[in-house]
């Protein structure tokens, strides 16, 4: 039904884009951005996630919060790729 229309602008090809190109390339864990990436991400969502999970139970068992103020806290988003 589609037919494959050719793009308009080309682009120079770089080695290890494209899908008869992959595995020929370095390994992403070898790449000093990507494992910078990685660490920064558990930086910051690694010690979000705790606060906010046991700050909820602390705050139940030391305050006698009620659940419906725990729960908006506990449940908020620690993660950009978790949707809710």
């Known amino acids: 039904m ?18 008869e190109d992959r ?4 390994p992403a864990w070898s790449r000093p951005g990507f ?7 558990l930086v910051y969502s690694m010690p979000t996630a705790v ?3 046991f ?3 602390f705050a139940r068992e030391a305050f006698h ?10 449940k908020r988003q620690t993660s950009p790729f978790r949707a809710g």
């Open 51 to 53: 606060l906010l999970t």
């Open 2 to 19: 589609w037919r494959r229309c050719p793009p308009l602008v080309r682009f120079p090809r770089e080695p290890g884009k494209r899908r």
């Open 65 to 74: 919060a009620p659940y419906w103020l725990i729960t908006p806290i506990s």
């Open 55 to 57: 700050g909820g139970i």
């Open 35 to 41: 494992r910078v990436g990685i660490y920064t991400f």
């Open 23 to 26: 595995g020929k390339g370095p």
